[in-house]
């Protein structure tokens, strides 16, 4: 009798680890449930992240997005939210900072910084460093921390002004060279932590 009690417990045990196992490596075993690493901006990771919003919004979990999976929900899911401001952004999360870029309107910098935009197209490259802040549940911040126009470094006294071209508004509690934007929807929080972004859901 012992003997059979054990013989079941020791069975027990047994399967417990290989289904713990089989949990652990489930992304080296071919099924549904895996899905290969989208290394492109692309619609397919778009939908990407949009899988990972809807287990946010409806399971609660904290999600983590790559910077291709951002970039292609900003370019397939928002574009008309930035249509006006910078074409084609791109997102890249390096350790625990920030970099966009994309085309900005020549025309729209201050006269004195764009003194040379005569000899420059309509757009020209645009590129910002810096870190991520939640200001407030479901929007974010940008603190610039270096910028360039045309591959041009932009002084750091001109950043407020730049940002202000590009549509930055005053808010409570905003720095002078931080510009806000909102998170998506159900979306409460967000940080930048080893490469990646870090959402976490609003209130329920």
Not at 99 to 119: E, Q
Not at 181 to 190: E, R, S, T, W
Request: charged share 25%; proline share 7%; net charge positive.
């Amino acid at each position: 009798m012992a003997r059979g009690v054990a013989g079941k417990l020791v069975g027990l045990v047994v399967l417990v680890l290989l289904g713990a196992g089989l949990w652990f490596f489930r992304g080296l075993i071919p099924g549904p449930w895996q899905r290969e690493k989208v290394l492109v901006v692309s619609e397919e990771a778009a939908v990407s992240a949009d899988e990972k919003l809807a287990r946010l919004r409806e399971d609660g979990d904290t999600v983590r997005l790559s910077g291709v999976e951002f970039t292609s929900y900003l370019r397939f899911r928002m574009r008309d939210r930035f249509t006006h401001e910078i074409e084609l952004p791109s997102v890249d999360f390096v350790q625990d900072r920030i970099r966009v870029t994309g085309r900005f309107p020549t025309d729209r910098l201050p006269a004195d910084i764009g003194r040379a935009r005569s000899f420059l197209p309509d757009t020209a490259d645009v590129a910002v460093n810096g870190s991520l802040r939640t200001t407030q549940p479901g929007r974010a911040a940008v603190l610039v921390q270096s910028a360039s126009f045309a591959k041009i470094p932009v002084p750091s006294k001109d950043f407020g002004r730049v940002l202000a071209a590009a549509g930055r508004r005053e808010e409570p509690g905003l720095g002078e060279h931080e510009i806000a934007f909102p998170l998506p929807p159900g979306v409460g929080g967000a940080r930048v932590e080893a490469g990646q972004l870090v959402l976490t859901p609003g209130a329920r």
